[in-house]
């Protein structure tokens, strides 16, 4: 894949490209992809057509160079501007196999096409607007989506629902640095004094709320989309390996009574409650003289570090002493107390105390209290029963604040990281204009915060960037 979109663009240029667009292997039906100007000449020289209907399934056999049959299928002709790559665009529906779509598609490629490489029917849309960066996106996130909730938010931002909103607020912000030029460049205007009469300033504060609207939308977007790593931690037999089979709903991980039975992480993807979450279980932390569990718990401590959620699971009925709590326990297992943000403290074998609903049963009043005024939870569990399974997904939804509506539209990181320094730029204009009435200021911010806006949609774009975006892709796409 090319490095940046100064590579793609040097690819393209008038080349024609082709490649396999559905899966490989055993199927009923595959289909090869061509794009460019040369893409109708060479179906035409294929099948030995003299040409193809715009629009119309045409039934042909797809010949060798020395008039042998490769296969038959049908070719739809699409031709410029009305196609997804805004170029002619050739579809070859063959049967599905391996042998054969190898076959016909090195006769394309004896005909004048090149391999496509990845992403590159999707930036050629993109370079050729008829799509823009969102919606190219929100292709790749369709494909990889792991939800039905993922997969119709991605549909949505495909549709353009989410470019709207951008667009909404970037004619907003054009608007608004016009209204400041114009009070920069006629500041004698008679009877009229613009950064003070209150227009700009109201106009500016609809503006930051909508963005933080947009903004609260996508968090919710892009974690429907990436969902949360969440790790198990905890000592040996603590119930670590339950509780994944419990999240998952299936046996995926080996439990047996002996401690260091996990000794490597075990990952698992589940979707709960619509939030999808990546699961890691660990080997149980503990000092050891086996170089193989000393080697797991290694990668656990890597895998620790690396969580979005970490949860603390331990054993209610041995792994909490008399005068100890669970944040003590933290501490030892970890070297340090993880912040509240990511630290989710699990109970298990809740089913053995007399009362499973009372956290005082196993800390302690006046323990549990003082860790609940830290900002910690706890979660009471019962891996052998099932029991608080259900709470522990709500209050992990609750954590990471998921909550998506049902109008949610797919989002990724960069989008927040691009809307949060919009609304950083918008606070700072705010802030010149109400406190300082530094007029040229306030124009400086607001074409930081639209160039920051941009980005979201590719108007401003680095080449490294939609290198990257669509390097992600898989090829014929």
């Given at each position: 894949?090319?490095?940046?979109?100064?590579?793609l663009?040097?690819?393209?240029?008038?080349?024609?490209?082709?490649?396999?667009?559905?899966?490989?292997?055993?199927?009923?039906?595959?289909?090869?992809?061509?794009?460019?100007?040369?893409?109708?000449?060479?179906?035409?020289?294929?099948?030995?057509?003299?040409?193809?209907?715009?629009?119309?399934?045409?039934?042909?056999?797809?010949?060798?160079?020395?008039?042998?049959?490769?296969?038959?299928?049908?070719?739809?002709?699409?031709?410029?501007?009305?196609?997804?790559?805004?170029?002619?665009?050739?579809?070859?529906?063959?049967?599905?196999?391996l042998?054969?779509?190898?076959q016909?598609?090195?006769r394309?490629?004896?005909?004048?096409?090149?391999?496509?490489?990845?992403?590159?029917?999707?930036?050629?849309?993109?370079?050729?607007?008829?799509?823009?960066?969102?919606?190219?996106?929100?292709?790749?996130?369709?494909?990889?989506?792991?939800?039905?909730?993922?997969?119709?938010?991605?549909?949505?931002?495909?549709?353009?629902?989410?470019?709207q909103?951008?667009?909404?607020?970037?004619?907003?912000?054009?608007h608004?640095?016009?209204?400041?030029?114009?009070?920069?460049?006629f500041p004698?205007?008679?009877?009229?004094?613009?950064?003070?009469?209150?227009?700009?300033?109201?106009?500016?504060?609809?503006?930051?709320?909508?963005?933080?609207?947009?903004?609260?939308?996508?968090?919710?977007?892009?974690?429907?989309?990436?969902?949360?790593?969440?790790?198990?931690?905890?000592?040996?037999n603590?119930?670590?390996?339950?509780?994944?089979?419990?999240?998952?709903?299936?046996?995926?991980?080996?439990?047996?009574?002996?401690?260091?039975?996990?000794?490597?992480?075990?990952?698992?993807?589940?979707v709960?409650?619509?939030?999808?979450?990546?699961?890691?279980?660990?080997?149980?932390?503990?000092?050891?003289?086996?170089?193989?569990?000393?080697?797991?718990?290694?990668?656990?401590?890597?895998?620790?570090k690396?969580?979005?959620i970490?949860?603390?699971?331990?054993?209610?009925?041995?792994?909490?002493?008399?005068?100890g709590?669970?944040?003590?326990l933290?501490?030892?297992?970890?070297?340090?107390?993880?912040?509240?943000?990511?630290?989710?403290?699990?109970?298990?074998?809740?089913?053995?105390?007399?009362?499973?609903?009372?956290?005082?049963?196993?800390?302690?009043?006046?323990?549990?209290?003082?860790?609940?005024?830290?900002?910690?939870?706890?979660?009471?569990?019962?891996?052998?029963?099932?029991?608080?399974?259900?709470?522990l997904?709500?209050?992990?939804?609750?954590?990471?604040?998921?909550?998506?509506?049902?109008?949610?539209?797919?989002a990724?990181?960069?989008?927040?990281?691009?809307?949060?320094?919009?609304?950083?730029?918008?606070?700072?204009?705010?802030?010149?204009?109400?406190?300082?009435?530094?007029?040229?200021?306030?124009?400086?911010?607001?074409?930081?915060?639209?160039?920051?806006?941009?980005?979201?949609?590719?108007?401003?774009?680095?080449d490294d960037?939609?290198?990257?975006?669509?390097?992600?892709?898989?090829?014929?796409?």
């Open positions: 894949m090319p490095n940046d979109s100064s590579e663009n040097e690819l393209s240029g008038l080349t024609t490209i082709a490649a396999i667009a559905t899966p490989l292997g055993r199927g009923g039906v595959g289909i090869i992809r061509l794009s460019g100007a040369k893409a109708h000449a060479i179906a035409c020289q294929l099948t030995e057509k003299s040409a193809f209907t715009p629009r119309l399934a045409s039934f042909c056999r797809f010949y060798q160079a020395d008039g042998t049959v490769i296969d038959e299928g049908l070719v739809l002709y699409f031709k410029t501007p009305h196609s997804f790559t805004g170029e002619d665009v050739i579809e070859l529906q063959g049967h599905g196999g042998i054969l779509q190898n016909l598609l090195a394309v490629f004896e005909l004048g096409a090149r391999q496509a490489s990845a992403g590159e029917f999707s930036y050629r849309a993109f370079d050729n607007d008829k799509l823009d960066l969102v919606q190219a996106e929100a292709i790749a996130d369709a494909i990889d989506a792991t939800s039905a909730a993922a997969a119709s938010s991605a549909i949505r931002s495909l549709s353009g629902e989410f470019s909103k951008i667009n909404h607020l970037l004619e907003q912000l054009i608004l640095r016009l209204h400041v030029e114009a009070a920069i460049d004698d205007e008679e009877d009229v004094d613009f950064l003070s009469d209150g227009v700009i300033q109201s106009k500016l504060e609809q503006t930051q709320a909508q963005i933080q609207q947009v903004l609260a939308t996508a968090k919710q977007g892009q974690l429907l989309r990436d969902g949360i790593h969440v790790v198990l931690a905890g000592r040996p603590a119930g670590k390996s339950s509780l994944l089979n419990r999240l998952a709903g299936q046996e995926r991980a080996i439990v047996t009574e002996v401690a260091g039975t996990t000794r490597d992480t075990l990952h698992e993807t589940v709960l409650n619509g939030l999808t979450l990546h699961l890691t279980d660990t080997a149980g932390l503990r000092d050891t003289e086996d170089m193989v569990e000393r080697i797991g718990i290694e990668r656990a401590r890597t895998a620790i690396q969580a979005d970490l949860l603390m699971v331990y054993d209610v009925t041995r792994d909490i002493e008399d005068n709590t669970p944040l003590q933290a501490e030892q297992l970890f070297g340090e107390l993880p912040d509240t943000k990511r630290l989710l403290i699990i109970a298990n074998k809740s089913d053995l105390l007399n009362d499973t609903t009372s956290l005082s049963t196993m800390s302690g009043d006046s323990k549990m209290t003082a860790m609940q005024q830290a900002g910690y939870e706890q979660v009471n569990v019962s891996c052998e029963t099932g029991t608080g399974i259900e709470t997904v709500e209050v992990l939804c609750a954590k990471v604040g998921f909550h998506p509506p049902e109008n949610s539209l797919i990724r990181t960069r989008h927040l990281d691009a809307l949060r320094r919009t609304a950083n730029y918008l606070a700072e204009a705010h802030d010149q204009l109400t406190v300082f009435q530094a007029g040229e200021l306030v124009a400086e911010s607001l074409r930081q915060a639209q160039l920051s806006l941009s980005e979201i949609t590719g108007a401003f774009s680095a960037l939609l290198g990257k975006i669509f390097g992600s892709f898989c090829i014929g796409k």
